[in-house]
């Protein structure tokens, strides 16, 4: 059985981040991901300007010619339009490509990545997968909102419910963002190289028939698209988990529900995480006394208090505000923009 100081549980945005700051160090590491890659990846695939300097930082490779950036965003409420140019674009992905680009740039850096094996245990320093079993000093929890971490941390985060479809169109270049295309959420229509990302978020009151929906939205758009195609998957956009070490143990990004509570955007804080956790281990490793977990929390903090905020007020504008409402903010053009600048921040 091989041991490692650290076993980061997860290929995703938080995982490789991890793993890309403990290639900086002399400590060893294994990456383990249930599934292979290049894999499905339900996720609009926006990857801010701040996030790009994150992962630039981290010398993570971003094809940015396999994207779209976008500036222009169209902000939709009831009959009316409010056209907003966003002063930093953001790169629109495809997230399966994203994700697996990371991914290999790791592989390639790592002999110790294993993918397509499923997490069975964990106990006394160590982990058994359906293939093999490995020892650990540390572990990342990189494994998302319904991985092996939720066995441990059991937090109930009160996130929402997102249903997208791809269609293929060219050309397309606006961001749309609707405010009421559904109640307690909104709409999107994300454009991409070869088609557009059409979707949906619902944050409170997630029961809804999804398809329809959906299909209600793109037809008022001029899209239509086969209802068999439709994905939907659970967003962790409620509270974040305020306790997100455990002993050995660190969580990120979506297993810590590390997800913007108004856009549902969390690749951004899925790196920030990834690297503070592998950081913090690292300090560990090199001095048994140093604080861990509090410098963890210490350098998550200002991004726990963003997200504190923005829970607060999305409790808010998903539950209370109404259409009349939306449409009034209108008509108020200052209104509008403190609006975009906030959701698209």
Not at 115 to 133: P, S
Not at 182 to 204: C, R, T
Not at 288 to 302: H, Q
Request: glycine share 8%; charged share 25%; hydrophobic share 40%.
């Amino acid at each position: 059985m091989k041991t490692f100081d650290v076993a980061i549980i997860g290929g995703g945005p938080a995982g490789v981040a991890a793993a890309a700051q403990m290639l900086r160090t002399p400590y060893s590491f294994c990456l383990i991901d249930a599934r292979h890659f290049p894999r499905e990846k339900l996720c609009a695939g926006g990857v801010t300007s701040k996030c790009l300097s994150e992962l630039d930082e981290l010398s993570l490779p971003v094809d940015k010619d396999a994207g779209v950036f976008v500036s222009d965003v169209i902000l939709m409420a009831g009959n009316k339009r409010y056209p907003y140019r966003k002063q930093a674009p953001v790169l629109m992905t495809d997230r399966a490509k994203f994700d697996n680009d990371n991914f290999q740039y790791i592989k390639s850096r790592c002999e110790d990545v294993y993918e397509g094996e499923k997490i069975l245990w964990i106990k006394d320093k160590v982990i058994a997968t359906d293939k093999r079993n490995i020892g650990y000093k540390y572990i990342i929890f990189a494994d998302g909102a319904n991985g092996y971490s939720q066995r441990i941390t059991r937090h109930d985060c009160k996130g929402g419910f997102c249903v997208q479809v791809d269609i293929p169109v060219s050309g397309f270049k606006d961001m749309i963002v609707s405010l009421d295309a559904i109640e307690n959420g909104y709409g999107w229509v994300f454009p991409k190289p070869d088609h557009i990302s059409l979707g949906m978020g619902k944050f409170a009151g997630i029961r809804f028939d999804y398809r329809a929906a959906l299909a209600d939205f793109g037809a008022k758009l001029g899209f239509t698209f086969d209802q068999k195609d439709v994905r939907g998957f659970p967003i962790p956009n409620g509270n974040y988990l305020a306790t997100p070490v455990k002993g050995s143990m660190f969580f990120v990004g979506d297993a810590a529900a590390l997800v913007d509570p108004l856009t549902g955007e969390g690749i951004y804080y899925a790196v920030l995480s990834g690297k503070f956790a592998a950081q913090a281990i690292a300090h560990r490793l090199e001095d048994s006394r140093f604080n861990m977990e509090e410098k963890y929390l210490a350098d998550m903090a200002p991004y726990h208090a963003i997200l504190k905020k923005k829970f607060r007020v999305s409790r808010m504008f998903f539950t209370k505000i109404k259409n009349p409402l939306v449409n009034a903010i209108f008509t108020r053009p200052a209104l509008v923009n403190r609006l975009t600048s906030t959701l698209l921040k």
